[in-house]
Every structure is written in structure tokens, then in C-alpha cells.
């Protein structure tokens, strides 16, 4: 069965860099068939895309917080991580790891999500 | 930069046809995914690439998407299936819309 499941702190201070790590079972982040994926949700609010790595390591961002933003994918643990830099309240949500499909760019759309997992940003 | 549009709430009767829609300039060159979410839980998706419905996703959920309006319905309506849904494109990057809540009243 394959499954995705978030780790990582619930409470970064202000400033500091939020760290996040996904790891996945029963499909191994180096297939060519996938695109590995962070996506958050304010509380109350909706969706965000934040951006996704291959395996080869090449990545894309959300434009919005691409100065902020770094995936990487470690695929000897079969894991992808996320980092986001000086974050402010704004910041608090709950962070989804997901997997995208390689489709055509275009057509790509995310088939299998974790759990996900609240990060509160307080001091 | 790109933007989609989806009302924040419909409401449908049991065994009625509930439609949600999610509005976006020239939608309908792109493709649209959409995703249920219920509360405390991961979203799912339910079409993919305008129609097409996952393994496991029940007949009644279909989706459309042409001119300006990608539309999600659902088929005599389950009061199970009350949920948040959202629409899902891609322009320079990816697109969410604000999401709909669906109520089975």
C-alpha cells in the first residue's frame, strides 16, 4: 500500500526556517512516474501549492514563495524534504506532502496525499 | 497572474444532482482536477484531466469543462458525499480555487 506521511516540528518561531520531511512507502521516489509535491492549508482556508521535486532532483516553485522555498529528495531514505525561510504567522497552516503524476505538465494532477501535518509559527 | 473562482457554498437535496463550479478566463484549454475534502481529512481526488474518475471513485461523481466554467457534478447526491470541494488547473504554476462546501440537507 502506498502511503506518504509528514514529520517534522509543530511550532517554529518567527524568522526561523521551517523544516518538513516526507516519507513514503510502497513506491520508491525514484521512479520517473512521479513528481513529489508540498501543498498547505491555512486553517479555514484553502489549498496552496508550495511546489514538487522529480527524482532527478529538478524542481518547480510557486512563484509567491519561491525566494523562500527549497524541496529537495533524498531517494536512497525514500524521502523528500521541505524547508521554508524566515516564516512569519502567515506561515501557520497545515503542510500536505503529495504525489503528482508525470503527465504532461499540463494534465498533472496529485493522486495520492498524507495525512498532513500543522505547523503553528509563534514565539 | 492566473486566477479560478468556485462559489463558497452549495446546497442540494438528497438523490438531487448537485453542480459546482469553478470559473476561470479560457478554463476550458486547460485541464481541471477536482478534489473532496472532508473535515479533518486529506483531499482526495475525485476527476482528473476534466472527466476522467479515478479507480474507487463512485459514477456519480462526472466533470465537464468548456468555454470559461469547468463544472463538478454529482448524481443523486449522498449525504456522505457533503464535503469541501476544490478545482484544480494549471497556468505558470498550480491552481487551486478557493473551494466550495458542499451541504446534503
Known amino acids: 500500500q502506498v502511503q506518504l506521511q509528514e514529520s517534522g516540528p509543530g511550532l517554529v518561531k518567527p524568522s526561523q526556517t521551517l523544516s518538513l520531511t516526507c516519507t513514503v512507502s510502497?513506491?520508491?521516489?525514484?521512479?520517473?512516474?512521479?513528481?513529489w509535491s508540498w501543498i498547505r492549508q491555512s486553517p479555514g482556508k484553502g489549498l496552496e501549492w508550495i511546489g514538487y521535486?522529480?527524482?532527478?532532483?529538478?524542481?518547480d516553485y510557486n512563484p509567491s514563495l519561491r525566494s523562500r522555498v527549497t524541496i529537495s529528495v533524498e531517494t536512497s531514505k525514500n524521502q523528500f524534504s521541505l524547508k521554508l525561510s524566515s516564516v512569519t504567522a502567515a506561515d501557520t497552516a497545515v503542510y500536505y506532502c503529495?504525489?503528482?503524476?508525470?503527465?504532461?505538465?499540463?494534465?498533472?494532477?496529485?493522486?495520492?496525499w498524507g495525512r498532513g501535518t500543522l505547523v503553528a509559527v509563534s514565539s | 497572474s492566473y486566477e479560478v473562482t468556485q462559489p463558497p457554498s452549495v446546497s442540494v437535496s438528497p438523490g438531487q444532482t448537485a453542480s459546482i463550479i469553478c470559473s476561470g478566463d479560457?478554463?476550458?484549454?486547460?485541464?481541471v482536477s477536482w478534489y473532496q475534502q472532508k473535515p479533518g481529512q486529506s483531499p482526495v481526488v475525485v476527476i482528473y484531466?476534466?472527466?476522467k474518475r479515478p479507480s474507487g471513485i463512485p459514477e456519480r461523481f462526472s466533470g465537464s469543462n468548456s468555454g470559461n466554467t469547468a463544472t463538478l457534478t454529482i448524481s443523486g447526491t449522498q449525504a456522505l458525499d457533503e464535503a469541501a470541494y476544490y478545482c484544480?488547473?494549471?497556468?505558470?504554476?498550480?491552481?487551486f480555487g478557493g473551494g466550495t462546501k458542499l451541504t446534503v440537507l
Open positions: 503529495a504525489r503528482a503524476t508525470s503527465t504532461s505538465r499540463a494534465s498533472r494532477y496529485f493522486d495520492l
Open positions: 510502497g513506491v520508491s521516489t525514484s521512479s520517473g512516474d512521479y513528481f
Open positions: 521535486i522529480y527524482y532527478s532532483g529538478g524542481a
Open positions: 479560457k478554463l476550458g484549454d486547460k485541464y
Open positions: 484531466q476534466d472527466t
Open positions: 484544480q488547473a494549471w497556468d505558470s504554476s498550480v491552481i
